[in-house]
């Protein structure tokens, strides 16, 4: 039988903590960071976690994590 192979693509941008949540970085962080306000940018600095909505469809996308 054939491995699952993990979409990389996806591995490089979310992790799975150990409780099965889906870690990902803040948007909003790559240009135009002028207009922003430092508060703005220090805030966006934390990662965020994705909804549950599209949890299932991630974890299918990574399963070896």
Same mark, same amino acid.
């Given at each position: 039988?054939?491995?699952? +192979? &993990?979409? /990389?693509?996806?591995? +490089? $941008?979310? &992790?799975?903590? /150990?409780?099965? +949540?889906?870690?990902?970085? =803040? &948007?909003? $962080?790559?240009?135009?960071?002028?207009?922003?306000?430092? @508060?703005? +940018?220090?805030?966006? $600095?934390?990662?965020?976690?994705? &909804? /549950? =909505?599209?949890? =299932?469809?991630? @974890?299918?996308?990574?399963?070896? @994590?």
């Amino acid at each position: 039988m054939a491995k699952i +192979k &993990s979409h /990389k693509a996806t591995a +490089k $941008r979310f &992790s799975i903590t /150990k409780t099965g +949540k889906v870690k990902m970085n =803040s &948007s909003n $962080r790559r240009h135009k960071l002028g207009i922003k306000t430092p @508060k703005r +940018k220090r805030q966006l $600095r934390c990662n965020a976690y994705l &909804s /549950k =909505s599209f949890e =299932s469809t991630i @974890k299918t996308l990574i399963p070896n @994590k």
